[in-house]
């Protein structure tokens, strides 16, 4: 089974900044309307200037706001996919953590999506770090394995690292590609886009604050 704590508190430690910590508090000053303004002759002195408040920081997709709720380990092969939470559209951050085996997917900071995964190992490991979708194929089969099936391909790489529908079964590995089960591929594939961050990391953790991907 897999600790699906440890995608939370481990890999996402560079998300996991609380929502609300985002936001600063907004003074309130007096306020005068025009149509209240005090006759020029009447003013013993102009009021003081008050500074303007500091604008709310956008919202950042780099930032949890909720989980999908998932009571207990996850078992090799499962897979949830809930849209619920999230807003309709916004911007997608897909998060692999190898030492979890677990790929989460997050829209504007709230999960959407989260599956038990494979991965590669031996001579060709899955690579960490951040990387955009360059393909998406829902049809593909691999150019380097024999013509090998990859259902909804998300490539990563130009050497054949991908995220595709795979057989999730314990025991089983990639060549470097990242298997997730055909349903979930599904899914994914409709929810991302060319552009979109994959950050692929084993379980560190990433100090708050720094951008994702610094050391």
Not at 85 to 92: E, I, M, N, R
Request: with cysteine.
């Amino acid at each position: 089974m897999i600790r699906r704590l440890v995608v939370v508190g481990g890999l996402l430690a560079a998300l996991a900044t609380v929502a609300t910590s985002a936001y600063v508090h907004r003074p309130e000053g007096p306020t005068v309307l025009a149509s209240q303004a005090v006759p020029p002759r009447a003013r013993a002195k102009p009021l003081p200037a008050v500074a303007a408040a500091p604008a709310e920081p956008a919202a950042s997709p780099y930032v949890i706001r909720s989980v999908l709720p998932i009571d207990g380990p996850m078992r090799i092969g499962e897979a949830h996919w809930d849209e619920s939470a999230a807003p309709k559209t916004g911007t997608l951050v897909i998060t692999v953590d190898l030492a979890a085996q677990v790929l989460s997917v997050f829209r504007d900071g709230h999960e959407i999506g989260a599956a038990a995964i494979l991965y590669g190992a031996d001579a060709k490991p899955t690579p960490l770090g951040v990387y955009p979708i360059t393909q998406k194929d829902a049809d593909h089969r691999s150019n380097i394995y024999d013509g090998a099936p990859m259902p909804y391909m998300l490539r990563l790489t130009n050497d054949g690292i991908a995220i595709h529908a795979s057989d999730v079964q314990d025991g089983s590995m990639t060549h470097g590609c990242i298997g997730v089960p055909i349903d979930f591929a599904r899914k994914l594939f409709g929810a991302a886009k060319l552009g979109d961050r994959v950050i692929v990391t084993r379980g560190e953790r990433l100090a708050v604050g720094k951008p994702v991907g610094a050391a």
